[in-house]
């Protein structure tokens, strides 16, 4: 049974997408939820939809590259909703694709700012909290991109690879301590930033609500089990027109 009553969970990312789907998920599940996101509009949006469902929810303006923001979204949960236990890292942007000898720096820069250098920030704030109640549950969003190699794909690619070695250090270091991580790499989700990609089919895509349901599942596991290495969930046809 997905029951995260009693539970407190931050959400990344929360304003759209594959976070909105999370958010909106834990918070139907009975978990008080903090959203964050560096739009204050999407932001609202999201938070009176949980709240028009009953649920609760705090939401916080925020970059997660920046330190000071990070410590700041932390400090704003603990305030509001008096714990923490879940984190799901799932802010994350893209940029256009271009071979690495023609990648622009400041791009590389920004993706790998808000894709990897987020989650490590956002990990490090919450760890000390949830090693010391000997219990708690990061998820990373990730990508198949962090699985596979596919050309041009510069930043977005070298993130995702990275962010999935960055979860299996969190899980190797903080085991003991009673904290589970794990990390999701999705196919082709319908969301804000792919949903104009030319030649998709939405149709043959994932979509944000089957990410939430992957990580109810993982996120309601008896303490006891860890569910492996990076997960990957993926759909049966091929999104793309004529593939």
Sequence with gaps: MNNLEGKVAIVTGGGSGIGE????????????????????????????????AGGQVHAVAADVSQASDVVRVVGETLNTFGGLHILINNAAIDAPDAPIHEYPVAAWDEVMAINLRGPFLMARECLPILRRQGE???I?????AGLEVYA???A?????????????????????AGIRVNTICPGMVVTEMSQDAPGLAHERCLYPADIADLALFLLTR???VKIG???LI???LNPWVGG
């Design 21 to 52: 789907g999370i958010a909106v998920a834990l918070a139907a599940a009975g978990a008080q939820v903090t959203i964050c996101g560096r739009r204050e509009a999407s932001l609202a949006r999201v938070a009176g939809a949980i709240r028009a």
């Design 136 to 138: 708690g549950h990061i």
């Design 140 to 144: 990373n969003i990730s990508s198949e």
């Design 152 to 154: 041009e794909s510069g």
């Design 156 to 176: 977005y690619l070298v993130s995702k690879f990275a962010l999935n070695a960055l979860g299996e250090l969190l899980q190797v270091e903080n085991q003991e």
């Design 222 to 224: 008896r303490p006891n």
């Design 229 to 231: 290495r990076p997960v």
């Design 234 to 236: 993926q759909t049966m």
